[in-house]
């Protein structure tokens, strides 16, 4: 097992199929505080995020990602909150992976909610409740190409899905919009039936392709210097202190 890496993970892959790449340490969907807890307790090498909690409680914050890093411990992004971060942080050293990364990147307005889904709780395993955007987005290009659908109807229906809450989207909520919207009958049913085998998931193909990757680095064996200093700003420690973190941290010499 790779106890020197950290995983947060959610409804974007399962810790089972997850863990058939790489084995290593694999918490919830990271939220606020969530890094500092993990620094203290595992000390690891790397942390890597993939999903993360959002709405109702506090999201990771930049600043104790680069806390992180400037303490030497090599971050790491994927898929979806991992992504968006890995994108906003490329410049100080957060290394992102994979297609969502890198449209993030060139795409610096993009929507969160995007790669945004409603999720079960912790308990029931924070499994995906919804389709994200950019997979309906990317599965919705393919089938145009593959001829199922025409090019007005992929904008129509990418117009419905963006119209539709996060917390609501779903393929099969997007067909009913479809359907009330009068869109052509066969086009939808072809459309249905082509995606039971091209339907897109490139959240799960993009943290598939980090953790292989990872499996296969020696992280401890990966020099780096980070082009920032850290600077501990009284926010970011009222925040850690809210969360009951960073006094404890820093009196082990974190």
Not at 17 to 25: K, P, S
Not at 73 to 84: E, F, K, N, Q
Request: glycine share 6%.
């Amino acid at each position: 097992m790779r106890d020197d890496i950290v995983v947060f993970l959610g409804p974007t892959l399962s810790e089972t199929e997850a863990r058939r790449h790489l084995d290593a340490i694999y918490l919830p969907p990271i939220g606020c505080g969530d890094v500092v807890r993990a620094v203290g307790q595992y000390a690891p090498s790397a942390i890597v995020l993939i999903d993360g909690v959002f709405a109702q409680f506090p999201a990771v914050r930049h600043q104790e990602i680069l806390w992180a890093m400037a303490r030497g411990v090599r971050m790491y992004g994927a898929s979806s909150i991992g992504a968006l971060r890995a994108a906003e942080l490329a410049p100080q050293g957060m290394i992102g992976h994979g297609l969502i990364y890198r449209w993030y990147r060139r795409q610096p307005l993009a929507d969160d909610a995007d790669v945004t889904v409603p999720m079960a709780p912790v308990e029931l395993g924070s499994s995906a409740l919804g389709d994200a955007l950019i997979d309906i987005r990317l599965s919705l290009r393919n089938a145009e190409r593959a001829g199922v659908i025409e090019k007005w109807l992929r904008h129509d229906l990418e117009s419905l899905a963006r119209s539709l809450h996060f917390s609501q989207r779903s393929f099969p909520k997007l067909f009913a919009a479809a359907e009330n919207s009068r869109s052509p009958i066969d086009q939808l049913e072809a459309l249905k039936a082509w995606l039971k085998a091209g339907v897109v998931n490139q959240k799960r193909t993009d943290a598939v392709n980090l953790l292989k990757y990872l499996d296969n680095q020696n992280i401890n064996n990966l020099n780096e210097s980070f082009p920032f200093e850290f600077e501990l700003t009284e926010s970011f420690a009222n925040d850690m202190e809210y969360y009951n973190l960073l006094d404890t941290l820093l009196s082990k010499g974190a």
